[in-house]
T-cell receptor
């Protein structure tokens, strides 16, 4: 089955600086890579995702890059703000030809701390 | 997006008992998933529930412990049977929204926080 490794487990950055979280996956069949943000006591919220037919996707201050050859994908947050403090999870899955997708395999999470 | 509700939102149960968690979605979806999030940990997929067929369980999870029902395209239940303190977790249902890429994605319900004494 799929195995997703995520680093670092904790990341502390100064407000306004950039944060980068990295993940690797093992199953070359995986083609869907979402990132979730989870605040304390709340459900995971999708913040950005990328499919294997693109190498990069950006949404305002958030970007995700994918290297299929290396089985590696990363989340980049620029101009970090206090509200970015949360736990971030990467995940991998395989979308199905008939529609839908397999369930997600998650990384262990990164606790992002934005220092004022 | 999809609106997902779960009942109960939290419960405290005695060991050896069972709890059934309900998940309701505001639209018809083919695929529903159940995840477990142990305290301070990541999410782990328990099983995939498709309407009209038996649920598919991940390694380490069995039907006798986590029976699942999927009676229609908007509802599913997960039962945690013969509970022990190790079952204390947040249980989340999730749906893969319909539609063509890139407009489909996986959304999570609010979760059920279970404490087993």
């Amino acid at each position: 089955g799929e195995n997703v490794e995520q680093h670092p487990s904790t990341l502390s950055v100064q407000e306004g600086d950039s944060a980068v979280i990295k993940c690797t996956y093992s199953d070359s069949a995986s083609n869907y890579f979402p990132w979730y943000k989870q605040e304390l006591g709340k459900r995971p919220q999708l913040i950005i995702d990328i499919r294997s037919n693109v190498g990069e996707k950006k949404d305002q201050r958030i970007a995700v890059t994918l290297n299929k050859t290396a089985k590696h994908f990363s989340l980049h947050i620029t101009e970090t703000q206090p509200e970015d403090s949360a736990v971030y999870f990467c995940a991998a899955s395989t979308t199905l030809l008939r529609g839908g997708a397999d369930g997600l395999t998650f990384g262990k999470g990164t606790h992002l701390i934005i220092q004022p | 997006s999809a609106v997902i509700s779960q009942k109960p939102s939290r419960d405290i149960c005695q060991r050896g008992t069972s709890l059934t968690i309900q998940c309701q979605v505001d639209s018809q979806v083919t695929m529903m998933f159940w995840y477990r999030q142990q305290p301070g940990q990541s999410l782990t997929l328990i099983a995939t529930a498709n309407q009209g067929s038996e649920a598919t369980y991940e390694s380490g999870f069995v039907i006798d412990k986590f029976p699942i029902s999927r009676p229609n395209l908007t509802f599913s239940t997960l039962t945690v049977s013969n509970m022990s303190p190790e079952d204390s977790s947040i249980y989340l249902c999730s749906v893969w929204t319909s539609g063509r890429a890139p407009y489909n994605e996986q959304f999570f319900g609010p979760g059920t926080r279970l404490t087993v004494l």
